[in-house]
């Protein structure tokens, strides 16, 4: 049994967020990630941050985009949270040695994306805001004598008796299965991305975050609500990468073969309408055989502001001298997740969710552009805040490990998911057919129904899928309960 003042699952923005704060207060801190430290979406973020520092900016008018946005589901006060301590927390990320892109007198530059009424996003080496943001925080954590990393160690479940966290329950690299006993623990492991075909997300996320707080009890929220970023670079059906929203931001215009622009008549904002709305435009054509282009040709230096995307353009032959990019929509984001307050709470003491494996409601049915970096870094913060002012005793609580059998064997291919996924509760879903893949879901399952599972007998891959099984089902559940099409939830029966 391995002692840790506070264990935190993943390695993203928001647990090293947290990580960084707790550390300053001499808390100790075990962070176990499923794979390398720098492997999260937080590292593949592009577009950048979105924050009121501008001169004519104010908090008040991101409240605002970011509750029109998310179809006013959002929670109020978590946006009011998030927003006007935004600025603050931004400041202090820069006074520890973060660097955000500045023009020749030294002013910050503010990029403009979808549904922001105004330039607002801040960003770091052009497109490379997500990795530079990391590779920063683990520059401010790894001198910490209260950090530990733990690498390759993905938890397996969580350790809950009588309504409080004692921990969780990982393997290590060599097999090992360790048993964390930590006060308090933190759910950082992210979002879904991987439980479908085409996706913007890194490999290790499938969904493990809902599955293993389910399974120990904890709230959700809005699960049926997963956004789909419009333009993922895609040749012949197969997606490889983001061309951020920023893009279109600085004027790229979506366009088919005909060169003619698809968004004019279908938004007043066009390019930069909410997500969804250009997702669903984007995927209409393409179901129907046509091939959609990004039109960068009114971006002067195309190359030098988006280094990221040029290169995962190069990477797979598009020649950009032609300035059409081919896209299609992937998920991207998952406004769902675990019911959390915006200093992390959840329904079960002890136990803490943050980022985008949290539902806070600041996201609504829908998220604003650049605000999930935003919400990693203020409530990851203001979490470990929690934490260091009601600090949980360690308590040695050894768990009952689960004999429930799943039968392995009977599992479907990752594929076979991400196919189901897309076709029942992918961006167009018909409510009458949610059912059906309800109960496809159900049938891997064991009889004793989304429970922790005896782990010693599965691979890691096969945990995985039971994650995105167990995810899948659960997302299915709630799209099936939703009766009305709002943001990223969209029927069409
Ligand atoms: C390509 C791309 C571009 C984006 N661009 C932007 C942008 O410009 N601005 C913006 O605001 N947002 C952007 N987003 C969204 C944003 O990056 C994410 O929402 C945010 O980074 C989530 O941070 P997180 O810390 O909650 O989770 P993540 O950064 O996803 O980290 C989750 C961590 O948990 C680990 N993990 C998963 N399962 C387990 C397990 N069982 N055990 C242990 N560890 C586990 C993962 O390996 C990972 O380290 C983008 C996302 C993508 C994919």
Not at 256 to 282: F, Q, S, T, W, Y
Not at 314 to 320: M, P, Q, S, T, V
Not at 435 to 446: K, L, R, Y
Request: proline fraction near 3%; charge should be negative.
């Amino acid at each position: 049994m391995i002692k840790t003042d506070v264990l935190i699952i993943g390695s993203g923005i928001a647990a090293l967020s947290a990580a960084a704060e707790l550390a300053k207060y001499k808390t100790g801190v075990t962070i176990v990630t499923k794979r390398m430290r720098t492997d999260s979406n937080s590292a593949l973020a592009q577009g950048g941050i979105s924050v009121a520092l501008a001169q004519e900016d104010d908090w008040r008018l991101h409240y605002k985009d970011t509750l029109r946005a998310g179809c006013y589901l959002n929670n109020e006060k978590a946006v009011e949270r998030l927003v006007s301590l935004a600025p603050s927390v931004l400041i202090d990320f820069m006074a520890a040695g973060m660097h955000f892109d500045r023009n020749r007198r030294g002013e910050l530059l503010f990029g403009r994306e979808a549904a922001h009424s105004l330039n607002r996003v801040i960003h770091a080496g052009g497109d490379s805001t997500g990795s530079k943001v990391i590779e920063q925080l683990l520059k401010n954590t790894s001198d910490s004598e209260y950090i530990t990393i733990k690498e390759n160690e993905p938890a397996l479940e969580l350790i809950v008796k009588d309504g409080r966290c004692f921990g969780a329950v990982t393997r290590d690299i060599k097999g090992n299965t360790n048993i964390y006993a930590a006060g308090s623990t933190i759910i950082a492991s992210g979002g879904i991305g991987q439980l479908y075909p085409a996706t913007t997300n890194d490999k290790s996320i499938t969904g493990d975050s809902i599955a293993l707080a389910h399974r120990a009890g904890a709230k959700l929220k809005n699960l049926e609500f997963v956004q789909f970023h419009p333009t993922m670079l895609t040749i012949d059906g197969t997606a490889y990468g983001l061309v951020s929203e920023a893009v279109r931001g600085e004027g790229a215009l979506l366009v088919n073969e005909d060169n003619k622009r698809i968004m004019l008549g279908v938004h007043p904002m066009a390019e930069l309408a909410p997500r969804d709305v250009v997702a669903r435009e984007v995927y209409a054509h393409y179901l129907k055989g046509e091939k959609i282009y990004l039109d960068i040709s009114p971006i002067k230096n195309f190359e030098e502001d988006f280094p990221t995307v040029s290169g995962i353009c190069k990477e797979h032959g598009i020649d950009l001298a032609k300035n059409l990019i081919p896209v299609a929509p992937g998920a991207h984001f998952h406004m769902g997740g675990i019911t959390a307050a915006s200093d992390g709470r959840t329904n079960i003491d002890s136990l803490f969710a943050i980022g985008e494996a949290a539902c806070t409601g600041v996201h609504g049915a829908n998220r604003l552009a650049s605000n999930s970096l935003l919400e990693g870094l203020v409530f990851g913060r203001l979490t470990a805040d929690h934490i260091i002012d009601h600090p949980s005793e360690i308590r040695e609580t050894e768990p009952e490990l689960s004999k429930v059998k799943v039968n392995a064997a009977a599992f479907p291919s990752k594929a076979e998911i991400r196919r189901k996924m897309m076709e029942f509760v992918g961006i167009v879903r018909h409510r009458s057919e949610i059912q059906s893949v309800i109960e496809w879901f159900e049938g891997f399952m064991p009889p004793e129904g989304c429970v922790n599972a005896d782990y010693t007998a599965l691979t890691n891959e096969e945990i995985e899928i039971y994650n995105m099984l167990t995810t899948g089902l659960l997302i299915a559940r709630s799209a099936a309960e939703r009766r009305e099409s709002i943001g990223a939830h969209y029927i069409v029966d």
